[in-house]
């Protein structure tokens, strides 16, 4: 062994796994395998590993883990971070790191005051033998405990002794946020990089038939133009270079299938596809018996748009293609992916492949895709160049995995007392227009169709994905019925949770904290709205004014049940965060496609919630001990119906569209 290796192994961390990494200066360093897009995980994952390691936290450093099998996500099967899962998915994985670590300190300070490990305790990054008022920091201990051999079983703490969790935290990324240290994937530079820009036709899934790369290569700062299997990359010195010679190329596009597609042809599509019954993919009792014997019969459909995820940081990678290896530098929700597909295309082992995961600037589940990811690692085989591919707003906009769009029909029979005996629920859209379609109400007879119709328009997952839509139509529909019955909504949809208790509890929960009932002025109204989606219970009551088509939300209020709150402070940021993302679609988000072309381009024709716009939000964390479940998705769902209902109640008008305010406006107002 020669001086290096010796110095390198007496200084080596204790690292009985591959999350925990404790060193000889007391520094304790967590490996993150979840993707960081500002839902805090970061922060939470650390403290399940400083709980049981029994540390401060403040003494805790983080980074990410690079793409490992050791790394997948157990509910997945994968590396990705998505789902509400983060949290659900290392609730006992992370702790047991921590405590792994723990034990085998205190089991090197044992060794080393020749007592018994049980006469021990790990407090505050150190090893107590109270009888003889012997201490160790965990950092003098490293070397012996490195030594040791690594528990596989060990002793969680009961919550009763949490000293971290549960309490509410600020999150260690923050201060680097402030002082703008924080790297995405847009602060990427590598000697030798290439700035790339695509040109891709504007027509989904066309591609470029022929093209003249002369007037691109004759701008200073060009340095070569490449094909791409579905464009034209401009290859620069720098990006606006790049930007300016893919505005120079002349390119002739095979425009493929779907020039003919406009927004109009979607609706009506979906529209004439529900229309007409389809085998139940889900159903108990009679529906269509216990509908000829009721009282009264209610129906309505619903639709929803496609929608794009407009995250700040625009898609990005950068890539360095080389033969013996490949690195990446990604803001990415799929590090697993990501390798695969940059093994895939240079014929590297996985092995070779090496994902730099950096912060990202917005997911929303966008980055979960790979297709920005192969750009680079294309671009970068072909040049023998690192290269970094940048997107524009107007690509992002254009070339999006967008929510799909959807259309729902609803019908339900009420008996003589308004309650609901019978509930017929029809969708029809892509795929991903299925998930999360959940009725809680207790109602003997129901019948559920899917019709999958996929328009073309490629689709991926979007916060909270299905739920955003299905809640859309089931609680607004919920509010229909109550208003046929001539009864109170919210005392309607409690006598029907009886067998959903927790449904019941943050739905009482969020009523009772907004005064649900109260008087309010003139064009003034209360909506509300419950779901379970992604492993949590969020309930939502909107009040918003009305004046003309204009809806202004003025206060929500919501309740969460996400079983035990980690990190309370980051519960409520990530509801807070979900009611503007939500609140954002319901007003005003919809992609549109004219000619196969979607026409937005940016956020002047996208438009998203300004700060003037957003509500007083309140947040409210409901107390259990259930094990922790899904927090960044769930507070979606209940937003659109909401303010749906509100409007009603203020105005009388029944918006069954979304976003509402073009809804309001085809209304007349």
């Not at 407009?310 to 990005?316: A, F, K, R, S, Y």
């Not at 009523?511 to 709205?529: N, S, T, V």
């Not at 940016?602 to 700060?611: E, K, R």
Request: glycine letters at 10%; one cysteine or more.
């Amino acid at each position: 062994m020669d001086d290096s290796t010796r110095h390198s192994a007496d200084t080596a961390p204790l690292a009985p796994n591959p999350w925990v990494r404790v060193h000889s200066d007391g520094t304790v360093v967590v490996l993150i395998d979840r993707s960081e897009m500002g839902q805090g995980v970061a922060t939470a994952l650390a403290m399940l590993v400083a709980e049981e390691l029994e540390v401060p936290l403040e003494d805790v450093r983080t980074q990410f883990a690079p793409a490992a099998w050791a790394y997948r996500n157990p509910i997945f099967g994968e590396q990705l971070t998505g789902g509400s899962t983060s949290l659900r998915a290392a609730w006992e994985p992370l702790r047991h790191a921590g405590a792994q670590a723990r034990e085998m300190l205190v089991a090197a300070a044992a060794e080393r005051w020749r007592v018994p490990t049980g006469e021990c305790q790990a407090e505050a990054g150190s090893v107590l033998h109270p009888d003889s008022g012997r201490s160790a920091g965990y950092g003098e201990l490293v070397a012996a405990a490195r030594d040791l051999p690594v528990p596989r079983r060990v002793q969680l703490k009961p919550a009763a002794r949490f000293r971290l969790l549960g309490r509410p935290t600020a999150r260690l990324d923050i201060p680097a946020m402030v002082a703008g240290r924080t790297r995405y994937g847009l602060d990427v530079r590598v000697d030798g990089m290439l700035m790339a820009a695509v040109a891709r036709c504007p027509v989904t899934g066309g591609t470029p038939r022929r093209f003249d790369p002369a007037p691109a290569k004759a701008l200073a700062g060009v340095e070569m133009v490449v094909a791409l299997p579905h464009g034209v990359a401009v290859l620069a010195r720098d990006s606006w270079s790049a930007l300016q010679g893919r505005d120079a190329l002349q390119v002739e596009w095979e425009t493929g299938a779907l020039e003919s597609l406009s927004t109009e042809r979607i609706r009506n599509e979906l529209a004439a596809a529900v229309a007409a019954p389809e085998p139940a993919f889900r159903s108990h009792g009679d529906v269509a018996a216990a509908l000829s014997g009721s009282a009264r019969s209610v129906q309505a459909v619903y639709h929803t748009p496609y929608l794009a995820h407009g995250t700040l940081e625009p898609m990005n990678c950068t890539a360095d293609v080389r033969a013996d290896g490949c690195d990446l530098w990604v803001g990415t929700q799929a590090q697993q992916a990501s390798r695969e597909l940059a093994a895939g295309l240079t014929g590297l082992p996985k092995s070779k492949v090496k994902v730099h995961t950096l912060h990202l600037g917005g997911g929303f589940g966008r980055r979960g895709e790979t297709d920005f990811v192969g750009e680079a690692v294309r671009l970068s085989r072909a040049t023998g160049r690192p290269v970094q591919v940048l997107w524009s707003r107007t690509d992002d906009m254009a070339h999006d995995r967008y929510r799909p769009a959807s259309c729902v029909w609803l019908q339900a029979g009420l008996d003589s007392g308004g309650r609901p005996v019978s509930w017929h629920q029809r969708i029809a859209g892509p795929p991903l227009a299925m998930d999360s379609i959940q009725v809680a109400y207790t109602i003997p007879n129901q019948r559920e169709e899917r019709i999958v119709r996929d328009p073309g328009l490629p689709t991926g997952a979007w916060r909270s994905v299905g739920a955003s839509q299905n809640a859309f139509a089931i609680e607004c529909f919920m509010d229909e019925l109550a208003h046929a019955a001539g009864a109170d909504p919210l005392e309607y949809r409690l006598a029907l949770l009886s067998a959903a208790p927790r449904h019941r509890r943050v739905l009482e929960y969020a009523a009772e904290r907004a005064g649900w009932g109260r008087i309010l002025p003139a064009d003034h109204g209360m909506g509300l709205a419950v779901y379970r989606s992604f492993g949590g219970w969020v309930a939502q009551v909107a009040e918003v004014s009305v004046c003309g088509d204009d809806i202004r939300v003025h206060r929500i209020v919501a309740a969460i049940d996400c079983g035990f709150a980690v990190n309370p402070t980051g519960v409520e940021a990530q509801v807070e965060g979900a009611v503007a993302f939500g609140l954002s679609a319901a007003l005003y988000e919809e992609i549109t496609v004219r000619a196969g072309r979607v026409q937005q381009t940016g956020f002047d024709n996208y438009p998203i919630l300004a700060i003037d716009r957003m509500p007083e939000v309140e947040v409210h964390v409901v107390p259990s001990d259930a094990p922790p479940g899904g927090v960044g998705e769930p507070g979606v769902p209940p937003v659109a119906p909401a303010v749906a209902n509100a409007v009603f109640a203020a105005t009388g008008v029944r918006l069954r569209r979304l976003p509402l305010g073009g809804a309001l406006r085809t209304a007349g107002g």
